[in-house]
């Protein structure tokens, strides 16, 4: 058990401003994000025997996150399910952000997952219930959609 439990602790140090970052969108703001995480990651440690494989932590720990900020919503705290794009720095790239905007909801999570979460295409898998290769052809749908979206808006300039 206690090597579960520094498995967790590293996974925390490692991979916390990815939860943060992915969850952000999810809850409205990053303070918000940080609790979610910070309780998924107290409820894994209260919970570690519940856990079947190490390669299997990042998603089990991703999807408490996700049953905590479904239980705020349920509260009547304002979630958006699923997540916008509010973490992205508008000023910075605003067409970037209007393009993820764009994408249907199920395509910007797996994007949020992959390059905010840093998740892993099997973690991705694992934490919402799908095939690693649907995992890749969403990404690749996405990815193909906000080129298309950007390429558009280049030769609207």
């Known amino acids: 058990m206690a090597h579960s439990e520094g498995l967790i602790e590293r996974l925390y140090r ?7 970052n992915a969850l952000a969108p999810v809850v409205g703001s990053r303070e918000a994000a940080h609790d979610v995480v910070q309780g998924a990651f107290a409820s894994a440690l209260g919970d570690v025997r519940k856990l079947r494989r190490e390669e299997s932590l990042a998603p089990w720990v991703w999807q408490i996150a996700l049953r905590i900020a479904s239980r705020e919503r349920r509260r009547g705290t304002q979630i958006e399910l699923p997540p916008d794009i509010s973490i992205l720095d508008e000023a910075r790239d605003p067409a970037l952000a209007a393009a993820i905007r764009s994408l249907p909801p199920q395509r910007r999570l797996v994007l949020f997952l992959r390059y905010y979460a840093d998740f892993t ?29 950007l390429m558009s808006e280049e030769v609207a300039r």
């Open 121 to 149: 295409y099997g973690e991705i898998a694992e934490a919402l219930g799908i095939a690693e290769g649907t995992v890749a052809a969403t990404l690749s749908q996405a990815r193909s959609a906000l080129l298309d979206e």
């Open 14 to 20: 490692e991979r916390y401003v990815g939860f943060r």
